[in-house]
Structure formats: C-alpha cells, structure tokens
C-alpha cells in the first residue's frame, strides 16, 4: 500500500511542471479526500489542494490558485497537479496524500490530518 509522486525537476521561473501520483495496493476511492501537500525543509508544511468526493471539486490554497490544476483518474488509479507558471517560492518537497475528509486548504497538515503518503518529489524553481 503506497503513493509514489514523480514528475519533479529543475524549472526556470514562469515554467510548467506536472506531477503525477499512483496509488498501488489499494484504490484512490477508497479515501473519501486526495490532495497535495508541499514541504521546504525546515519550515511547515503547506496543503495546496485537495478534492473530496462529497463534490468532486479541487480546493487550492491562495498561493497557487490559478497557476495550479489538480486532477485524478479514477480508473488509472493516479492523481496529476499540473502546475504552471512556476515561481522561485514554489520550490519545495510535493507530497500526494489521502485523508478522510480535507483539512484545512493553506494550512499546516499535521500526520493526524492525513491517511497515506509517499515519498516527495523536489520542484526546484530558479529565478
């Protein structure tokens, strides 16, 4: 039972990236909330998005929205955070997660928070 996230990498400011998580060992709906978190060592973690099936609609901290997009396919059993116009203040460890219900979108999710994740994958954005 695991979350692999992949798709990091060395960005100029203004650039794109996509980050893709699969799941294996267990199925994406059986988790009633999918999100990302984001981590730079030494500091807070901070949730940046996350869709629960009550609606089936992504929530985005203030700090990405617009620039990021968060999806997931079902039958692949995958979740994607397609993240455009990239800027050095994004640079940080992305972690995908599961949850029982959403915390609190921008703020600092703590393990009790939180189902599953995986290992990171580092976005480092230059200027």
């Known amino acids: 039972v695991q979350l692999q996230a992949s798709g990091g990498g060395l960005v100029q400011r203004g650039g794109s990236l996509r980050l893709s998580c699969a799941a294996s060992g267990f199925a994406l709906l059986d988790y009633a909330a999918v999100g990302w978190f984001r981590q730079v060592p030494g500091k807070e973690r901070e949730g940046i998005s996350c869709i629960s099936s009550t609606d089936n609609r992504p929530e985005y901290a203030d700090s990405v929205k617009g620039r990021f997009t968060f999806s997931r396919d079902n039958a692949k059993n995958m979740m994607y955070l397609q993240m455009n116009d990239l800027k050095p203040e994004d640079t940080a460890l992305y972690y995908c997660?599961?949850?029982?219900?959403?915390?609190?979108?921008?703020?600092?999710?703590?393990?009790?928070?939180?189902?599953?994740w995986g290992q990171g994958t580092l976005v480092t954005v230059s200027s």
């Open positions: 997660v599961t949850a029982f219900a959403c915390p609190t979108i921008g703020g600092a999710w703590a393990n009790r928070d939180l189902r599953l």
